[in-house]
């Protein structure tokens, strides 16, 4: 009896850590509002997931707090849309390799009665220019998300300090791209929007895309692995793993073929050069 409880129990010993191994196949990846509120994890991460045996577990914020969560060792895995903070983000040693992974482009949307005049203005610069030149609302993210940190490159190159005219004419939402495109709604404000999480949403009220096509618009997402060497924890393998799974063949055309209403939310283009 003896020996058959030690048997048993040494049998259980082997096992659980086993079971918990098994059980433990998950990944943590810190990212962006837009790529959650796309609809595209929900679409793409089961795919990965059926593949590979490998949960993902995302951690949707903005770009800023999303490379901080990486920073800081609570993540295996950053996929954001601001390159500039992304490469910063490797040469400081936080991650291994950037990646691209997709793009789209961002479009500033805002009332029908279009109170700045700007519908159909390609220039981004002079869109924006109109806008702050009739003061009329526009309601930023102000969460140092990758949105916002484009925006606040837009008005730069369009020679206008918004930030100095925040609280008037000049709002900051402090929420994701959701909220902010509610609050847009409610004051027949203006607002700069990734299309992705604009063709997703339902409640677009009076809003329209008013100003899009400038090459400034330009939306890349990348993705890196956040790097062991910084913290021991990160699931190296798993997250290579799924890294390598979203530049190949496989997920780029997933990415490729994720529609809204019949229209394409995300462009793959890992390995690809632009100009």
């Not at 049998?11 to 850590?17: F, T």
């Not at 191994?21 to 509002?33: E, K």
């Not at 003061?135 to 606040?152: H, I, L, M, Q």
């Not at 020679?159 to 402090?174: C, I, K, L, P, Q």
């Amino acid at each position: 009896m003896n020996r058959r409880l030690f048997t048993a129990a040494a049998a259980l010993a082997i096992c659980l850590p086993l079971a918990v191994q098994a059980g433990n196949r998950f990944i943590t990846v810190a990212s962006t509002t837009s790529t959650q509120n796309s609809g595209l994890y929900e679409f793409l991460l089961p795919q990965f997931t059926k593949k590979s045996g490998i949960e993902v577990r995302v951690v949707a914020v903005g770009t800023g707090q999303a490379i901080r969560l990486a920073r800081n060792g609570d993540a295996d895995v950053l996929l954001v849309h601001h390159k500039g903070s992304e490469e910063k983000f490797v040469e400081e040693g936080f991650g291994v390799k950037r990646l691209d992974v997709m793009y789209n482009d961002f479009v500033v949307v805002g009332p029908r009665s279009d109170p700045a005049g700007i519908k159909g203005e390609k220039d981004i610069a002079k869109a924006l220019s109109a806008i702050a030149e009739k003061k009329a609302p526009f309601v930023s993210r102000g969460d140092d998300s990758g949105t916002n940190k484009k925006e606040r490159e837009l008005w730069k190159d369009a020679g206008v300090d918004a930030r100095a005219a925040s609280g008037t004419w000049y709002r900051e939402s402090g929420s994701g791209m959701g909220a902010t495109l509610n609050a847009a709604s409610g004051m027949r404000g203006y607002t700069l929007t990734d299309r992705a999480t604009w063709l997703k949403f339902k409640n677009k009220g009076n809003l329209e895309i008013l100003s899009e096509g400038d090459p400034r618009l330009f939306n890349q997402y990348g993705v890196i692995l956040v790097n062991p060497e910084k913290h021991a924890h990160v699931k190296t393998a798993a997250g290579q793993a799924f890294i390598d799974w979203l530049v190949s063949k496989a997920g780029q055309a997933a990415i490729n073929s994720y529609k809204v209403n019949g229209q394409q939310l995300f462009f793959a283009n890992a390995g690809e050069k632009r100009s």
